[in-house]
């Protein structure tokens, strides 16, 4: 069984940054790969930073790109989002999504995200 807990969100200031961290408990090996996603208007949610175990081959929305960085821990048991140079835009709950193999995920609960003056 896999739980996911986030953490690491708050309030900043437009221009600021933030890390979030995700934790991971149960089976690592059958993790394929982890991604931050937010949740969009229409209630879906939208990938925001993705990293593929095997060769920790990463993506990222193009808001996300070269503003966000995406990385695990040296023990293999976290993912983090460096956030920077963030903005109003960015607000939002964050969540962390585990993919183990190709049909089974696992969601954490989020983490808020809130960028204003």
């Known amino acids: 069984q896999v739980q996911v807990v986030e953490s690491g969100g708050g309030s900043v200031q437009p221009g600021g940054s933030l890390t979030l961290a995700c934790a991971v408990s149960g089976s690592r090996l059958s993790i394929a790969a982890m991604g931050w996603y937010r949740q969009a208007p229409d209630g879906q949610r939208e990938l925001v930073a993705g990293i593929r175990m095997i060769d920790l081959w990463r993506k990222y929305s193009d808001s996300a790109e070269g503003r966000f960085t995406i990385s695990r821990d040296g023990a293999k048991n976290a993912i983090f989002l460096q956030m920077n140079s963030l903005s109003p835009e960015d607000t939002d709950v964050y969540y962390c999504?585990?993919?183990?193999?190709?049909?089974?995920?696992?969601w954490g609960q989020g983490t808020q995200v809130t960028v204003s003056s």
């Open positions: 999504k585990v993919e183990v193999g190709v049909g089974t995920t696992y």
